[in-house]
Protein backbone atom coordinates (compact mmCIF):
# COMPACT_ATOMS: atom_id res chain seq x y z
CA UNK A 1 0.00 0.00 0.00
CA UNK A 2 1.68 3.43 -1.20
CA UNK A 3 1.04 6.96 -0.08
CA UNK A 4 -1.35 7.50 -2.74
CA UNK A 5 -3.46 4.96 -1.50
CA UNK A 6 -3.99 6.17 1.89
CA UNK A 7 -4.63 9.60 0.38
CA UNK A 8 -7.53 8.31 -1.58
CA UNK A 9 -9.21 5.93 0.83
CA UNK A 10 -8.08 6.88 4.41
CA UNK A 11 -9.90 3.46 5.79
CA UNK A 12 -7.07 1.59 4.77
CA UNK A 13 -4.51 3.04 7.09
CA UNK A 14 -6.83 2.70 9.55
CA UNK A 15 -7.22 -0.99 9.01
CA UNK A 16 -3.57 -1.44 8.86
CA UNK A 17 -3.15 0.15 12.05
CA UNK A 18 -6.02 -1.91 13.96
CA UNK A 19 -4.57 -4.76 12.23
CA UNK A 20 -1.54 -4.35 14.03
CA UNK A 21 -2.71 -3.41 17.33
CA UNK A 22 -4.61 -6.67 16.98
CA UNK A 23 -1.33 -8.84 16.17
CA UNK A 24 0.36 -7.38 19.13
CA UNK A 25 -2.68 -8.01 21.45
CA UNK A 26 -2.58 -11.56 19.95
CA UNK A 27 1.07 -12.32 20.58
CA UNK A 28 0.96 -10.70 24.03
CA UNK A 29 -2.01 -13.22 24.58
CA UNK A 30 -0.24 -16.02 23.73
CA UNK A 31 2.95 -15.22 26.01
CA UNK A 32 0.21 -15.17 28.66
CA UNK A 33 -1.16 -18.52 28.14
CA UNK A 34 2.17 -19.86 27.73
CA UNK A 35 3.28 -18.99 30.65
CA UNK A 36 0.32 -20.17 32.70
CA UNK A 37 1.45 -23.34 31.22
CA UNK A 38 4.96 -23.59 32.72
CA UNK A 39 4.85 -25.34 35.88
CA UNK A 40 6.04 -22.77 38.33
CA UNK A 41 7.81 -25.16 40.73
CA UNK A 42 10.57 -25.23 37.88
CA UNK A 43 11.09 -21.90 38.12
CA UNK A 44 11.96 -21.73 41.71
CA UNK A 45 15.40 -22.69 43.57
CA UNK A 46 16.73 -26.15 43.01
CA UNK A 47 16.42 -27.38 46.44
CA UNK A 48 19.79 -27.81 47.95
CA UNK A 49 22.25 -30.73 47.45
CA UNK A 50 23.67 -32.92 50.54
CA UNK A 51 27.60 -31.24 50.14
CA UNK A 52 25.30 -27.61 50.36
CA UNK A 53 23.41 -29.32 53.48
CA UNK A 54 26.18 -30.55 55.16
CA UNK A 55 27.84 -27.15 54.70
CA UNK A 56 24.96 -25.54 56.24
CA UNK A 57 25.88 -27.46 59.77
CA UNK A 58 28.49 -26.94 62.47
CA UNK A 59 28.72 -28.62 65.83
CA UNK A 60 28.18 -26.22 68.85
CA UNK A 61 30.49 -27.40 72.43
CA UNK A 62 30.12 -25.66 74.59
CA UNK A 63 31.58 -25.57 78.86
CA UNK A 64 29.94 -24.60 81.79
CA UNK A 65 31.91 -23.65 84.58
CA UNK A 66 30.60 -24.65 88.10
CA UNK A 67 28.67 -22.05 89.89
CA UNK A 68 30.31 -19.88 93.04
CA UNK A 69 27.56 -22.19 95.09
CA UNK A 70 28.96 -25.01 94.06
CA UNK A 71 32.94 -24.34 94.08
CA UNK A 72 32.13 -23.50 97.72
CA UNK A 73 30.40 -27.01 98.77
CA UNK A 74 32.74 -28.89 96.35
CA UNK A 75 35.92 -27.42 95.38
CA UNK A 76 37.24 -30.11 93.12
CA UNK A 77 33.82 -30.26 91.12
CA UNK A 78 34.87 -30.10 87.33
CA UNK A 79 33.56 -28.00 84.84
CA UNK A 80 31.14 -29.64 82.40
CA UNK A 81 30.97 -29.73 78.67
CA UNK A 82 27.89 -30.29 76.42
CA UNK A 83 27.61 -30.48 72.39
CA UNK A 84 24.82 -29.16 70.27
CA UNK A 85 24.10 -28.56 66.62
CA UNK A 86 23.71 -25.46 64.40
CA UNK A 87 22.52 -24.47 61.22
CA UNK A 88 23.73 -21.60 58.83
CA UNK A 89 20.66 -19.61 57.65
CA UNK A 90 22.30 -16.36 56.16
CA UNK A 91 25.63 -15.70 55.58
CA UNK A 92 27.24 -11.83 54.70
CA UNK A 93 30.39 -11.38 54.17
CA UNK A 94 32.63 -12.99 56.81
CA UNK A 95 29.48 -12.84 58.96
CA UNK A 96 27.44 -16.04 59.42
CA UNK A 97 24.08 -16.33 61.41
CA UNK A 98 23.30 -19.66 63.12
CA UNK A 99 20.32 -21.25 64.01
CA UNK A 100 20.48 -23.98 67.32
CA UNK A 101 18.07 -24.68 70.20
CA UNK A 102 18.19 -22.37 72.87
CA UNK A 103 19.14 -25.08 75.21
CA UNK A 104 22.79 -25.80 73.30
CA UNK A 105 24.14 -22.43 74.06
CA UNK A 106 21.87 -21.41 77.47
CA UNK A 107 20.53 -22.52 80.43
CA UNK A 108 16.95 -22.45 81.77
CA UNK A 109 16.63 -19.26 84.06
CA UNK A 110 15.49 -20.81 87.42
CA UNK A 111 16.27 -24.43 86.52
CA UNK A 112 19.07 -26.36 88.92
CA UNK A 113 21.44 -26.26 85.99
CA UNK A 114 21.13 -22.59 85.92
CA UNK A 115 21.64 -22.83 89.71
CA UNK A 116 24.99 -25.16 89.71
CA UNK A 117 26.60 -24.24 86.65
CA UNK A 118 27.61 -20.73 84.54
CA UNK A 119 26.43 -19.53 81.38
CA UNK A 120 28.35 -21.35 78.98
CA UNK A 121 31.25 -21.32 76.86
CA UNK A 122 30.46 -21.15 73.26
CA UNK A 123 32.30 -22.44 70.34
CA UNK A 124 31.44 -23.12 66.99
CA UNK A 125 33.28 -25.94 65.30
CA UNK A 126 33.40 -27.05 61.53
CA UNK A 127 35.59 -27.51 58.40
CA UNK A 128 33.81 -24.86 56.38
CA UNK A 129 34.99 -22.45 59.16
CA UNK A 130 38.68 -20.94 60.00
CA UNK A 131 40.00 -18.27 62.08
CA UNK A 132 37.16 -17.36 64.13
CA UNK A 133 37.54 -13.34 64.62
CA UNK A 134 34.18 -13.09 67.16
CA UNK A 135 30.87 -14.45 68.40
CA UNK A 136 28.32 -13.30 69.77
CA UNK A 137 24.74 -14.62 70.77
CA UNK A 138 22.00 -12.22 69.14
CA UNK A 139 19.00 -13.43 71.10
CA UNK A 140 17.92 -16.48 73.27
CA UNK A 141 14.50 -17.48 73.60
CA UNK A 142 13.94 -20.14 76.33
CA UNK A 143 10.44 -20.34 76.05
CA UNK A 144 10.69 -21.37 72.17
CA UNK A 145 14.26 -23.24 72.66
CA UNK A 146 15.58 -20.98 69.75
CA UNK A 147 18.63 -19.04 69.55
CA UNK A 148 20.88 -17.37 66.89
CA UNK A 149 24.51 -17.08 66.80
CA UNK A 150 26.60 -14.55 64.64
CA UNK A 151 30.36 -15.31 64.06
CA UNK A 152 32.69 -13.70 62.01
CA UNK A 153 35.43 -15.78 60.64
CA UNK A 154 36.66 -17.27 57.11
CA UNK A 155 34.15 -19.50 56.03
CA UNK A 156 32.45 -21.31 53.15
CA UNK A 157 29.08 -22.04 55.17
CA UNK A 158 26.02 -22.88 53.09
CA UNK A 159 22.93 -20.51 54.16
CA UNK A 160 19.65 -22.74 54.52
CA UNK A 161 16.20 -21.46 53.38
CA UNK A 162 13.22 -21.73 56.08
CA UNK A 163 9.40 -22.85 54.70
CA UNK A 164 7.31 -20.22 54.14
CA UNK A 165 4.20 -22.07 54.85
CA UNK A 166 3.50 -22.52 58.65
CA UNK A 167 4.39 -26.25 58.60
CA UNK A 168 4.47 -29.15 57.30
CA UNK A 169 1.34 -31.30 57.05
CA UNK A 170 0.12 -34.67 59.05
CA UNK A 171 2.50 -37.18 57.04
CA UNK A 172 4.77 -34.71 55.27
CA UNK A 173 7.70 -36.61 55.00
CA UNK A 174 10.90 -34.84 56.25
CA UNK A 175 14.96 -35.40 56.99
CA UNK A 176 16.75 -34.22 60.04
CA UNK A 177 20.38 -33.79 60.78
CA UNK A 178 22.77 -33.37 63.47
CA UNK A 179 25.63 -34.60 65.19
CA UNK A 180 25.34 -36.77 67.58
CA UNK A 181 28.56 -37.54 69.74
CA UNK A 182 27.28 -41.10 70.63
CA UNK A 183 27.01 -42.88 67.59
CA UNK A 184 27.95 -42.67 63.60
CA UNK A 185 24.41 -41.82 62.68
CA UNK A 186 23.94 -38.06 61.64
CA UNK A 187 20.65 -38.30 60.15
CA UNK A 188 17.28 -39.75 60.09
CA UNK A 189 14.23 -39.65 57.81
CA UNK A 190 11.23 -39.57 59.40
CA UNK A 191 7.22 -38.30 58.54
CA UNK A 192 5.99 -35.10 60.44
CA UNK A 193 2.95 -36.20 62.63
CA UNK A 194 0.63 -33.91 64.53
CA UNK A 195 1.41 -31.05 66.40
CA UNK A 196 1.35 -31.44 70.42
CA UNK A 197 2.49 -28.66 71.91
CA UNK A 198 1.81 -24.85 70.83
CA UNK A 199 4.28 -24.23 67.92
CA UNK A 200 5.91 -27.14 68.32
CA UNK A 201 6.08 -29.75 65.03
CA UNK A 202 5.98 -33.49 66.65
CA UNK A 203 8.73 -35.75 64.26
CA UNK A 204 7.99 -39.49 64.33
CA UNK A 205 10.31 -41.31 63.53
CA UNK A 206 10.61 -44.82 62.07
CA UNK A 207 12.88 -46.55 64.59
CA UNK A 208 14.34 -44.28 66.96
CA UNK A 209 14.31 -40.28 68.24
CA UNK A 210 17.00 -38.08 68.33
CA UNK A 211 20.42 -38.52 69.97
CA UNK A 212 22.06 -36.11 72.25
CA UNK A 213 24.27 -33.95 70.82
CA UNK A 214 21.45 -33.38 67.52
CA UNK A 215 19.85 -30.80 69.32
CA UNK A 216 19.38 -27.51 67.13
CA UNK A 217 19.96 -29.32 63.76
CA UNK A 218 17.72 -28.72 61.18
CA UNK A 219 14.27 -30.57 60.08
CA UNK A 220 14.13 -30.38 56.40
CA UNK A 221 10.78 -30.79 54.05
CA UNK A 222 11.86 -33.87 51.59
CA UNK A 223 10.94 -32.22 48.27
CA UNK A 224 12.52 -28.61 48.70
CA UNK A 225 15.02 -29.14 51.54
CA UNK A 226 13.78 -26.10 52.95
CA UNK A 227 14.07 -25.89 57.01
CA UNK A 228 10.48 -27.38 58.38
CA UNK A 229 11.90 -26.99 61.83
CA UNK A 230 14.64 -26.83 64.66
CA UNK A 231 15.43 -30.60 66.80
CA UNK A 232 14.17 -29.29 70.42
CA UNK A 233 14.21 -32.39 72.48
CA UNK A 234 13.20 -36.32 72.61
CA UNK A 235 11.37 -39.07 74.52
CA UNK A 236 11.70 -42.89 75.68
CA UNK A 237 8.94 -45.09 76.25
CA UNK A 238 8.60 -47.09 79.57
CA UNK A 239 11.66 -49.58 78.44
CA UNK A 240 14.02 -46.19 77.94
CA UNK A 241 14.34 -46.71 73.86
CA UNK A 242 14.23 -43.34 71.95
CA UNK A 243 10.28 -43.20 70.26
CA UNK A 244 10.38 -39.47 68.69
CA UNK A 245 11.33 -35.95 68.97
CA UNK A 246 9.92 -32.98 68.12
CA UNK A 247 11.34 -29.25 67.07
CA UNK A 248 10.34 -25.90 66.44
CA UNK A 249 8.43 -25.02 63.95
CA UNK A 250 8.99 -23.01 60.68
CA UNK A 251 6.09 -20.43 61.53
CA UNK A 252 7.93 -19.91 65.23
CA UNK A 253 11.47 -19.29 63.82
CA UNK A 254 10.45 -16.62 61.43
CA UNK A 255 8.61 -14.97 64.59
CA UNK A 256 11.71 -15.18 66.78
CA UNK A 257 13.96 -14.21 63.78
CA UNK A 258 11.86 -10.90 62.77
CA UNK A 259 13.85 -8.41 64.31
CA UNK A 260 17.25 -9.64 64.03
CA UNK A 261 17.65 -10.80 60.64
Known sequence: MDKNDLMRNPFNGFSLVLGTVV???????GLTILSSCINKSDLQTPPPSIQEVARSMVIIKTIRAPSDLV???E???EPMGTQGTGVCIKTKGRNAYILTAAHVVASIEGSLE???FNEPEVTILSEDIKDVESLEILNVDTERDLALIKITANHNLFPMAIME???????QKV?????SYNTGNHSRVAHAGASFLEGMTLIQEFDQGCYPGQSGGPILEWSSMKIAG????SFRNQEGH?????GISAEEIRTFLADFL
Open 23 to 29: LFASFVY
Open 175 to 179: VYFGH
Open 230 to 233: IISR
Open 114 to 116: ALF
Open 242 to 246: LIYCY
Open 75 to 77: PSF
Open 165 to 171: KRTVSFG
Open 71 to 73: KAI
